[in-house]
Structure formats: C-alpha cells, structure tokens
Nanobody, 126 residues
C-alpha cells in the first residue's frame, strides 16, 4: 500500500512554469507505475502522464494535449514523482492528482490506478 501527497500547485500566470511533486510512503514506491491526472471544475478526470517503474525502464506516456509542455519524472530514492509544466494555459486550470498502481503499466485509465493523492489545485490566470 502507498499513500500519496501532492504539492506545488497554486495561482500562476499564463506562460509560467510549475513543478508539481507527489511524495509516496512505503518501501515499495519504486515498484509502482505512477501517473498524473487532472480534473477541471465540472469535467471528468482526465489522464495527463504516466511513468512506469524503474525496473521496466521508466517509460513515459503523455496525453496528446500536453506532451509538448509537460514532463513526468521520478526519483525513487526520494519516493517522489514530478510533473514539470511549461507554458501554462488557462485551460490547464484543474486539480492535479497523483496516482499509483502495481499493474497499470502505461495505462491512461483512472480505474486502473489503486492509490490516489488528495490533489493540488493549479489555477492559470490569463
């Protein structure tokens, strides 16, 4: 089991950059596939990015809408996964959630992730 805590959100201006962090508990953090999802007000939760566990190569996959501006990475020694966001747009405004799964290798489906953080709000002003 793993507990996840996100941080790094806030109110930013369009064009700014932001780095979100997600710290996981537990000694087996490195074995989890990690992902970021986001949910804008009144909309369904959507996939943003995922990174596989180190033993499988740390492969990354992004939603088409963010792949040129978002970068997911992980530091297993720190039990942390990051989401670097560049050139923020007002449409990036959402609550960003970190998620973990032992089995959802490369999955973009929220239902395949077993553990979730509480989310961190990102608001982009135009």
């Amino acid at each position: 089991q793993v507990q996840l805590v996100e941080s790094g959100g806030g109110l930013v201006q369009a064009g700014d950059s932001l780095r979100l962090s997600c710290v996981g508990s537990g000694r087996t953090f490195r074995t989890y596939t990690m992902a970021w999802f986001r949910q804008a007000s009144g909309k369904e939760r959507e996939f943003v990015a995922t990174i596989s566990w180190g033993g499988s190569g740390g492969h990354t996959h992004y939603a088409d809408s963010v792949k040129d501006r978002f970068t997911i990475s992980r530091d297993d020694a720190k039990h942390t996964v990051y989401l670097q966001i560049h050139s923020l747009k007002p449409e990036d405004t959402a609550v960003y959630y970190c998620a973990a799964s032992l089995y959802a290798l490369g999955s973009v489906k929220a239902v395949e992730y077993d553990y979730w953080g509480q989310g961190t709000q990102v608001t982009v002003a135009s």
